[in-house]
């Protein structure tokens, strides 16, 4: 979470706009507020805003401010609201130090507390404005460097930190979250994210942990924390494929990527064969596999672990990235984790595998960002290869990794391809939800359930994970309250809440959960309950059915695609934005 974007290089009359342009591609990372600082004629000019980048361009329209020293972010917030006071960059009391950061500073109000008493003066709420006042009270004794450096020492928890000061000098240090230079001629960039320089040069460096980088007009060194060495940086070439990203005709990109996902499930049938194989050896050989995930990426482990049960016959564990470091004290050498991610940045997941490495396990990643922090601490990496996801709701990500569990599950039995051609059914089964009269049907059924305070959803077995993950599509998107419940479970205590006319959304595969997610139906509806069924079949039950074909152990791919689009309906027609949900960031890159 949290955007950076740094330069110093040439002086440029229009800074700040390369600025803003840089930052606009950084939204996924929060878009509470943005904000920059141009080092102008020895003095920074600080922009913010609260909202997108966009709500900043429109602020500064007409406005150029030149320099050759720059730092931008886009924030998620984390401490104090969200204001332009909390906005970053934020300064020292002297204003000749501004710091954009990416992180939690733990321990900053025991930090803050001293300064206080040394006679700074705050003007914000946040942790990371005591870094700026750190800077400051450690140059009294040193020079720029040594004091920025010192200051990351005092500082617990995992952040990455950018630091400039009106001599233009630019100091980036990181411990946990992502930091990357690049160099093109006498300009230097720095950011979070690798993709966003390497539309500007090939060359690029990527910091490594408590490691960072000095770069004033003449010189960029790198930096460890540790010691005073510096030495020069070793560049590598990177290139990554910057196709642009469109909506090619659609609204909003949530549609767009919730269409393509026929596309990326048939992509994933046709491409993988060696990578699976491997996989499922690295599997069989391990004395224990564990799956780890967030969110929707942890709905996808949770039912890969159905898959790996049903199919394979094979016991696994899953764990949420942020439980993983309470739950890895059994793990050996020879124990396996699975991390999955969509972005490989998530904070919680890659904690999860910075244990499992503690323990000399081995770790096999699924994400679909190629260059991603997960990938490079992973001994091997299957990409989902989905293409890019902008929408703030992971939704083709999602598929893209049950499509690769089944082929993995179906690999250990020695059957991939009755996996390849389950995915196969499943991508062209997928199209026809697409069609004309289907949208209709399910416009209908958003329009009904609107305005409804409450939405619940159940699924037994491998469409268990199917109504967690129909749910968070819903509440997130729609902001009406909507969860997932095991089928059997809603009766031991949960069925208090249902009263006449409460929606209820039951998944009902042909499978061996059918007669017991149906009689689960039946006590909702005797409470009065409105029942949406998914299923290839009609049931007496439904009120509402929505009919989807029956992929046997594929079910979970196709059963929640009813759901992401009702979550997109129902969002447009409270004129709401689905691609950029309040209070969420596409990347989650703090604990
Ligand atoms: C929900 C959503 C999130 C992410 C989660 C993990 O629609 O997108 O729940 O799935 O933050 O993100 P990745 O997959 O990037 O690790």
Same mark, same amino acid.
Do not use: C, M, W, Y
């Given at each position: 979470m949290c955007g950076i974007f740094g330069y110093v290089g040439r002086q440029r009359s229009d800074l700040s706009s390369l600025l803003l342009r840089k930052l606009s591609k950084l939204d996924y990372r929060g878009y509470d507020s943005a904000g920059i600082a141009v080092l102008h004629k020895k003095h920074f000019q600080i922009r913010k805003s609260v909202g997108e980048v966009n709500d900043l361009k429109s602020k500064l329209r007409g406005i150029k401010i030149s320099g050759a020293v720059g730092i931008g972010h886009t924030r998620w917030a984390?401490?104090?609201?969200?204001?332009v006071k909390n906005a970053h960059p934020h300064k020292d009391c002297s204003g000749n130090i501004v710091v954009v950061h990416n992180g939690i500073v733990e321990n900053f109000e025991v930090l803050k507390k001293d300064l206080l008493k040394k006679g700074h003066r705050f003007t914000?709420?946040?942790?990371?404005e005591v870094f700026a006042h750190l800077v400051e009270e450690e140059s009294k004794s040193k020079n720029f460097l040594k004091a920025v450096r010192d200051s990351f020492k005092k500082l617990k928890g995992l952040n990455a930190i950018v630091v400039a000061n009106n001599d233009g000098e630019l100091v980036g240090l990181k411990r946990g979250s992502p930091l990357v230079l690049g160099v093109k001629g006498e300009e230097k960039f720095i950011s979070s994210d690798t993709p966003l320089l390497s539309d500007i040069t090939s060359r690029i460096f990527i910091i490594e942990e408590d490691e960072g980088i000095y770069i004033n007009n003449d010189v960029v060194k790198t930096i460890t924390l540790g010691s005073d060495k510096k030495s020069v940086p070793k560049f590598r070439i990177i290139k990554i494929n910057q196709n642009k990203v469109e909506k090619k005709g659609f609204k909003h990109y949530l549609l767009k990527e919730i269409y393509e996902q026929p596309q990326v499930v048939m992509n994933i049938a046709d491409n993988n064969k060696q990578n699976i194989m491997e996989t499922a050896r690295m599997i069989k050989d391990a004395w224990g596999t564990y799956f780890t995930a967030c969110g929707t990426a942890a709905h996808a482990g949770l039912a890969a672990t159905y898959m790996f049960s049903e199919i394979a016959e094979r016991h696994v564990n899953f764990s949420f990235g942020s439980e993983f470091p309470y739950y890895?004290?059994?793990?050996?050498?020879?124990s396996l984790l699975i991390a999955a991610s969509?972005?490989?940045?998530t904070m919680d997941t890659l904690e999860a595998v910075r244990a499992a490495k503690r323990h000399g396990s081995k770790v096999l990643a699924l994400v679909n960002?190629?260059?991603?922090s997960l990938e490079r601490i992973s001994d091997k990496t299957l990409y989902l290869? %989905?293409?890019? @996801?902008?929408?703030?709701?992971?939704?083709k990500a999602y598929i893209a990794k049950l499509s690769l569990f089944l082929l993995i599950s179906y690999s250990m039995l020695g059957e991939y391809e009755k996996g390849v051609s389950l995915l196969r059914r499943s991508a062209r089964s997928l199209k026809r939800i697409f069609n004309v009269e289907y949208q209709r049907k399910l416009k209908r059924l958003s329009k009904r359930l609107m305005n409804k305070d409450h939405i619940y959803i159940i699924g037994r077995g491998l469409n268990y994970p199917t109504a967690l993950e129909g749910a968070l599509k819903i509440k997130e998107a729609s902001y009406i309250h909507a969860e997932g419940f095991a089928?059997?479970?809603?009766?031991?205590?949960?069925? %208090?809440?249902? @009263?006449?006319?409460?929606p209820c959304i039951c998944i009902v595969a042909e499978d061996r959960a059918k007669e017991a997610i149906l009689s689960n139906a039946m006590e909702l509806k005797s409470r009065g309950a409105e029942i949406i069924g998914i299923s290839p079949k009609k049931y007496n039950?439904?009120?509402f059915h929505l009919e989807v074909e029956d992929?046997?152990?594929?079910s979970p791919i196709v059963n929640i695609v009813p759901m992401q689009l009702m979550a997109y309906y129902i969002t447009i027609l409270k004129d709401l934005n689905p691609d950029k949900p309040r209070n969420l960031a596409k990347s989650v890159t703090v604990k």
């Open positions: 984390t401490h104090g609201g969200v204001s914000s709420d946040t942790d990371t890895e004290d059994f793990l050996v050498e020879r969509q972005s490989g940045e960002v190629p260059g991603s290869n %989905a293409g890019p @996801e902008r929408a703030v709701l992971s939704t089928g059997g479970e809603l009766k031991h205590g949960v069925i %208090a809440l249902v @009263e006449k006319g409460t039950v439904f009120d992929v046997s152990t594929a």
